[in-house]
């Protein structure tokens, strides 16, 4: 069936590093955009980042913006997103979302079950 | 960027109850507005994409209508699993955004 299974999230201090992945399957990887949307705690969903379906444009949050990127491998189908200077608001549920489309203008139609990232001295 | 903002924040409702959640774009988005349901604890869940276009395995009770700056997602008779948090979302331009969302409760 398909299906997005995030791994890599856990707690780092402020000023830390860590890297997500989101394992496709049950679906052409390749054929789709793919996003992160994530939600801090009690609040509301947050778009993160999106990448096209082969990596050549990628758009960012202006809160991520140059400290996290977006990255696909398409050949082992995964997505990944490096983090870098990580802050405490960035501290929140992190979702790997399928596009249902290669550019990401009709929403998101499969989800993972999400990883959380804890930003805490 | 644009911003999205739903209406109202909160609702309290009945089975078998009409609910319409309205989202307002802050410049225009055509129809590239999405709408989301959320449970707590569980990743969210596509219900209407393009406006009006109903995702897939989504009951025929929800429905979505709009373009421009000004939508609504409609839930013609409210069933027990649909208490739960919902967001609309722009896909129109990067960076995406979603609105505040709309948590519907029992009355």
């Known amino acids: 069936q398909v299906q997005l299974v995030e791994s890599g999230g856990g707690v780092v201090q402020p000023g830390g590093s860590l890297r997500l992945s989101c394992a496709a399957s049950?679906?052409?990887?390749?054929?789709?955009?793919m996003e992160w949307v994530r939600q801090a705690p009690g609040k509301g969903l947050e778009w993160v980042t999106f990448?096209?379906?082969?990596?050549?444009?990628?758009y960012y949050a202006d809160s991520v913006k140059g400290r996290f990127t977006i990255s696909r491998d398409n050949s082992k189908n995964t997505l990944y997103l490096q983090m870098n200077s990580l802050r405490v608001e960035d501290t929140a549920v992190y979702y790997c979302?399928?596009?249902?489309?290669?550019?990401?203008?009709?929403?998101?139609?499969?989800w993972g079950q999400g990883t959380s990232v804890t930003v805490s001295s | 960027d644009i911003q999205m903002t739903q209406s109202p924040s909160s609702l309290s409702a009945s089975v078998g109850d009409r609910v319409t959640i309205t989202c307002r774009a802050s410049q225009s988005i055509n129809s590239y507005l999405n709408w989301y349901q959320q449970k707590p604890g569980k990743a969210p869940n596509l219900l209407i994409y393009t406006a009006s276009s109903l995702q897939s395995g989504v009951p025929s009770r929800f429905s979505g209508s709009g373009s421009g700056t000004d939508f609504t997602l409609t839930i013609s008779s409210l069933q027990p699993e649909d208490f739960a948090t919902y967001y609309c979302q722009q896909s129109y331009s990067t960076p995406q955004s979603f609105g505040q969302g709309t948590r519907l409760e029992i009355k």
């Open positions: 979302a399928k596009g249902r489309d290669s550019n990401g203008h009709y929403g998101m139609d499969v």
């Open positions: 049950g679906f052409t990887f390749s054929s789709y955009g």
């Open positions: 990448i096209r379906y082969d990596g050549s444009k990628k």
